[in-house]
Each structure stands twice: as C-alpha cells, then as structure tokens.
C-alpha cells in the first residue's frame, strides 16, 4: 500500500491551481448514458474515481476516448448494458447516479454493488423513493438495486426528507426525460447539482431553480450531445486553504470559483487567517501565526461542508483554544480523529461531535488513512507536525484529488510517495 511520507516544518508559498470537481463530473459522467450524440467533457479531474466510473461507461457499451489531458469524449448509440457489474462500482459512490440514468434511457437497470467512504450507512432509500414516484418498480435483491417501467417514467411532486446530493441528482436524470412535470422539493443545492443541471440544459434539458431547495424539471423527449468544462472542486480548494494555514505561508489558489467556498472563507476569518479574494477564480491565504479556534456545525449546502470536516479538525488540532465540531451529514466521519490523537492531538469525542483542545505542535509518526477525506487531512497534519508523518493508504487520496503532493510540493511542503514496505505494529493492528 503506498503512502505518503511528509517532513513538517515547511511554510508554503506560490501558486497552486484546481482541477475539475469530483463530485461534479461523477453524475455527469453518468449522464452522458442518457444523450444520443457526442459529448466532450473539459477540465475532467486525473484522478481514480472519475477514471473508474469512465471505465465502467465502456464496460456498459459507451464509447469513451480521451482527446487530450482532461479532455474527454463520450457517446454512445444506445445499445447500452443495463446491468452495471459489482466490481469496480463497489469502490466508488459516485456509479450511484447510474440507476436515474440508465433506468431513463433503457427502461431498466441492475446496479449489482456501491461504494464510496465508510462514513455511516448511506442508505438509498430517498433514491428509491423518487424512482418510484416516477414510476418505476425498484426493488433490493441481496446488495444489488434493480428498477425497471414499462413504458416513459412519469412527471411527479417529489419531496427529499433529507436533501440528499445522490437523490437529487439521480431524480433530476430519471426526470429530465419523462413526460411531463417533476418538483423537487427539499432539494440538494450544491454547486454540484447546479453543474450537472447545467450540463442537462446543453443536452436540452428544461430544468429550473437548481441551486435552490425546489427544482423544477420539464420532460423532453430527448437529450443531444455538446460540449461543457467541469466546474473547479471546492473540496479540493479548501484543502489548499487549510493546508496553507496550518503549514503557514502565502499560497495563491488559482482556477476556484471563491463563492462556493463561502462558509470555510468565513471560518477561516473567525480564526484570523487573513483571505483575499483576488478575483472571481483566485483565493490567496497568507498565515504566519496559530489559527484561533472555531466552533463548526457541518451541514447542506450552504452550510459547511462535511467534505471539509476531517481537514478542518485537523486544523483546530493545532489551533489556539478549544474549537467544538459536529458532524451532521454523515454518522460516523471521525475516522482521521484517532490517528490525529496519535500525532498528539488533544481530541474527545461527545456523540456525533469532536472537542478539539488545540495544542502548540504535533508530534510527526505512522498514522493509517481511514478515507479519502482522511487522507488528505493527515497530510495536512504532518505538513505543521514536528518531524516526519508516514500516512498509509494514499490511494485514498488519489480518489479524489489529481496529483496530490505533487501540487503539494511545488508549493513548497517536503511530502515524498512512497512504497509502503514495512508494516509496524500499528499498522497490523488496523
Ligand atoms: C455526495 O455523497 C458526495 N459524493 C459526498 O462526497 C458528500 O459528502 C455528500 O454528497 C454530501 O455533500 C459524491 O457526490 C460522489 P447524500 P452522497 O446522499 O450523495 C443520507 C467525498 O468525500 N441519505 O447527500 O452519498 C446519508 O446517509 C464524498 O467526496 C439517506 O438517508 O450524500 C447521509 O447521512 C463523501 N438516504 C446524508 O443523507 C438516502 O437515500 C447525506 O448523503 C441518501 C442519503
């Protein structure tokens, strides 16, 4: 298993850009199954999860070709697979929008597995719901989803109970082609959704208020082929920032989109990191002290974002005070807490919160990935830690982020990848 190996005590400073969002170009990727024609996808991250599930599209019968870096070409003729095989989709959460889109363009699908982060249950009964009241027939058959409609699905008034960013996104695919009106109420609004309703737009879509808690979609017939750029990860942004304050420094994030970072811009400033927007795509932090703690509540967007939890509590390791963090997306999303008490931080768990005791230094030592967003937020540890941290598990961070330390470095951080060939005790215990 490869890790990476990070010498703290580095500031960071220079410019760092942004790729593609993961969590955008997943249910677009999708979504191309449902468009007759060509699509050309821009800005595709280079990065494992993206990778696999365009891989999964040419097992389904889509023709995939890469024109040139992150730059992809998609169609297909129709004559799709609706069974999608276990084996790779069982490592990605991101094969889940798969069900809408299949289901839509050939009348039935069989998802045999889903992946993802060991974060809580993530349970799917809310994509159930909204394929149902669209008209399909959906049942659960040992693990694996299988729906089908005789027939076009059917417009309908959906509400989420909880808004749901897979569910949304798997009714906005099923809907964009059934006859007649769908809402959405309880909607996701994560810029996400809104990049994948614009995408469906190009492709002819009638969908309105994405981005808002009601979305509104109007049946076509069918969808046409174009071109459309992924937007920037704000997740992958907010890393950079959090790296760049607890490292210290003075770090240009270039290629962002600054307003879908809105909440951590705040949070950041409460801690006393000072943020400059230098424009509509670039965000520069410049830190040379200890950030003050801060309270955090992850929620929906707006609210922040549970993707920057693990990085965040990382950061009021070290923060002066005591900063309280509740996780209210996801039940169990504290994997990286563990191995941050390991480099010494000062954390107790109360439920579904973390109280964090920011302490002076941590101490660098061998500590294990629990999860993408895990990954990356020991890494940020190690970067201020007091020696060398060996993080095991980078493909955890390779999920989700394109040329990880790479970035990292040329920015200054000593983080080396390397071969993970010996275990400690630690590690086997794991
Ligand atoms: C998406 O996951 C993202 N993944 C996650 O990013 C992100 O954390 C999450 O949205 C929230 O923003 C992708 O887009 C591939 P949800 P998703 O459905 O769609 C409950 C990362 O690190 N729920 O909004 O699975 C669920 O249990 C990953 O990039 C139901 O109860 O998230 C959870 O508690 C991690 N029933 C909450 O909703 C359902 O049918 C949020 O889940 C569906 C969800």
Redesign the pocket.
């Known amino acids: 298993m490869e890790s990476f190996v990070v010498k703290g005590g580095k500031k960071l400073s220079g410019k760092v850009q942004i790729s593609g969002a ?2 955008a170009v ?2 677009i990727i999708t979504a191309c199954a449902m468009v007759g024609g060509e699509v050309i996808l821009h800005n595709v991250p280079d990065s494992i ?1 993206p990778l696999t599930l365009l891989d999964v599209m040419k097992k389904l019968g889509m023709k995939i070709k890469q024109l040139s870096p992150g730059t992809w070409s998609l169609s297909s003729n129709g004559d799709l697979k609706s069974v999608v095989e276990g084996a790779q989709t069982e490592k ?3 094969s ?1 929008t798969l069900l809408g889109a299949i289901l839509a363009r050939k009348g039935e699908v069989t998802l045999q597995a889903l992946g ?2 060991r ?11 909204g394929l149902k009241a669209l008209g399909a027939e959906v049942e659960m058959v040992k693990g694996s989803v299988f729906a089908k409609v005789s027939g076009r699905l059917k417009g309908a008034n959906i509400f989420l ?7 949304t ?1 798997n009714i906005l695919l099923a809907a964009s082609t059934a006859e007649g009106q769908t809402i959405i109420e309880n909607a ?1 609004a ?1 810029p ?1 959704i809104e990049d994948l309703a614009k995408f469906l737009r190009l492709c002819g879509a009638k969908i309105s208020g994405d981005g808002t808690k009601t979305i509104q979609i109007e049946g076509v017939e069918s969808l046409k082929g174009t071109h459309h750029s992924i937007i920037p990860d704000r ?1 992958e942004t907010g890393t950079f920032m959090i790296g760049a304050v607890m490292a210290g420094g003075d770090v240009l994030i270039e290629q962002a989109l600054p307003s879908t970072v809105d909440s951590l811009i705040f949070k950041l400033q409460e801690a006393g990191v000072i943020v400059r927007i230098e424009n509509h795509t670039s965000i520069r932090i410049r830190n040379t002290s200890r950030p003050k703690a801060i309270n955090i509540k992850t929620l ?2 707006p609210g922040f ?3 920057l939890q693990p990085q965040t509590t990382a950061m009021c390791s070290i923060a002066d005070g005591v900063s309280v963090i509740s996780e209210s ?3 169990s999303r504290f994997g990286a807490v563990p191995e941050l008490v390991r480099m010494g931080a000062e954390i107790q768990a109360e439920g579904h919160s973390v109280i964090v005791k920011g302490v002076e230094k941590l101490q660098g030592t061998e500590v294990i990935a629990p ?3 895990g990954a990356v937020a020991l890494v940020l540890a190690g970067l201020c830690a007091e020696g060398t941290t060996k993080v095991v598990g980078a493909h955890h961070a390779d999920r ?1 982020y394109e040329k990880f330390e790479m970035k990292l470095k040329a920015i200054g951080a000593d983080i080396e990848r390397g071969a993970e060939n010996q275990t400690n005790q630690h590690s086997e215990e794991q």
């Open positions: 993961k969590n997943m249910p999860d990605i959460r991101g889940q993802g982060c974060i809580g249950a993530r349970p799917i009964d809310l994509h159930v719901k109970d909880f808004p749901s960013v897979g569910a996104e996701a994560e996400e997740i929906p967007y974002p549970t993707d997306v996801f039940e999860d993408l967003r989700g």
